[in-house]
């Protein structure tokens, strides 16, 4: 009999992880602190890496239906003239994905419904673990279970992580974000391409996630508001009259409000029979759009080490290593790249906009690489 995998957090990293598993012949259970998997948050970008994660789990063509392909991501300044532009259509000819854009509720929906709900248990917020021969796991409605291996993909607040591992720091980034979802017809210029315009002290992005729908996020130093309750048309007032209509756009209901938090890097992801995927391990900020894409490599790689015909438990050190310079690689450049976004020093803006204008494609190109190449 198969030892059964007990994966904690049932978001896109979990789920992936799941799916994986269960693609290579195992027994997995998941427990998630929710009370139903719905589509809540936000939209996001499944960057190729990601894709070509998913087109070898063969749901490929499931998430380019249900969201929109993106084949060029501009930073622009506030009138959406560009700054910077990465062209995604050579990746595409060489990898046979698209970035997609899509609602996360989405792309959490068609994970579920792949590794099937009565492998996921609903309103089970994990409390307490006591380690012995086995993991004795508590829930907060009081219901335990044991089981030999244990994989946490419980978020950056990650109780794996904090009680089976040494103390880790979560950092504050100091900048303000709302995030939202409005139906409009954008203009058919932006359907295929990802927008972020940056001002001084404050960004604005969107992107065509449906037919109808935008995803959209704006971001400011914190210092700059005192409450989340602001006016987003007052404090973009000098953006693009797109931008400002996208605002208008989106119902009080439909915008979530965060800190923009990562963790520290940490160089212990795992011990005996137990590792951290995604941001349990190693959460980023959003500024290259790769949080969830390096939880969905962490589960190809575990996947990738399984086809070696090791057992599960001893794959998790080679998966560490395997991941650890990559992911660590992407939480501090994307760290780089949001104070670098934050400048409010007039002449700072001019010189930084100048540079990246300047930048030669090679540079662009050999980032790109870089997270388009799974480990």
């Known amino acids: 009999m198969t030892e059964t995998v007990t994966i904690i957090g049932a978001g896109i990293g979990g789920l992936t992880t799941a799916l994986t598993l269960k693609q290579k012949g195992l027994s997995v259970t998941i427990f998630e602190s929710s009370a139903e998997i ?3 948050g936000a939209g996001i970008i499944i960057a190729n890496n990601a894709m070509q994660v998913f087109q070898k789990l063969g749901i490929q063509d499931k998430i380019e239906k249900a969201g929109n392909k993106i084949s060029y991501m501009k930073i622009t300044d506030t009138q959406l003239n560009n700054i910077s532009v990465v062209d995604l259509t050579e990746y595409e000819k060489k990898y046979g994905v698209h970035n997609i854009a899509i609602h996360r509720g989405e792309l959490q929906k068609i994970l579920a419904n792949e590794v099937g709900y009565d492998t996921i248990n609903l309103s089970k917020r994990l409390s307490k673990i006591e380690k012995t021969d086995l993991f004795k796991l508590t829930f907060e409605d009081n219901s335990t279970i044991e089981s030999k291996l244990l994989i946490g993909a419980d978020g950056i607040k990650s109780i794996v992580r904090n009680q089976l591992f040494e103390e880790s720091t979560l950092r504050n980034a100091n900048q303000k974000c ?3 979802i409005c139906e409009i017809d954008l203009p058919e210029k932006y359907h295929t391409e990802l927008n972020e315009a940056w001002g001084k002290g404050k960004r604005f992005g969107f992107v065509k996630i449906s037919d109808h729908k935008v995803y959209w996020y704006a971001l400011t130093n ?3 508001t005192k409450s989340d309750e602001v006016n987003l048309t007052e404090m973009f007032s000098e953006f693009h009259s ?3 209509k996208i605002i208008s756009a989106t119902g009080k209901e439909q915008i979530i409000v965060s800190d923009i938090i990562d963790l520290k890097p940490i160089y ?4 005996e029979n137990v590792c951290l995927i995604g941001d349990a391990a190693h959460a980023t900020t959003p500024n290259l759009g790769q949080g969830a894409c390096q939880a969905i490599e962490d589960a190809y790689v575990l996947g990738k080490l399984l086809d070696t015909g090791i057992a599960i438990e001893n794959t998790f050190k080679e998966y560490e290593n395997l991941r650890r310079k990559k992911a660590h690689t992407i939480v501090n450049t994307s760290w780089t790249v949001g104070k670098m976004a934050h400048i409010e020093n ?7 906009n100048m540079i990246m204008k300047n930048l030669p494609r090679s540079a662009n190109k050999k980032q790109m690489d870089m997270i388009f190449n799974l480990n």
């Not at 212990?268 to 011990?271: P, R």
């Not at 007039?346 to 930084?352: A, P």
């Open 38 to 40: 719905k589509p809540v």
């Open 242 to 244: 797109d931008i400002l």
């Open 268 to 271: 212990k992801w795992q011990g």
């Open 222 to 224: 914190s210092k700059n």
């Open 178 to 180: 709302w995030r939202g």
């Open 346 to 352: 007039s002449f700072g803006i001019f010189l930084r």
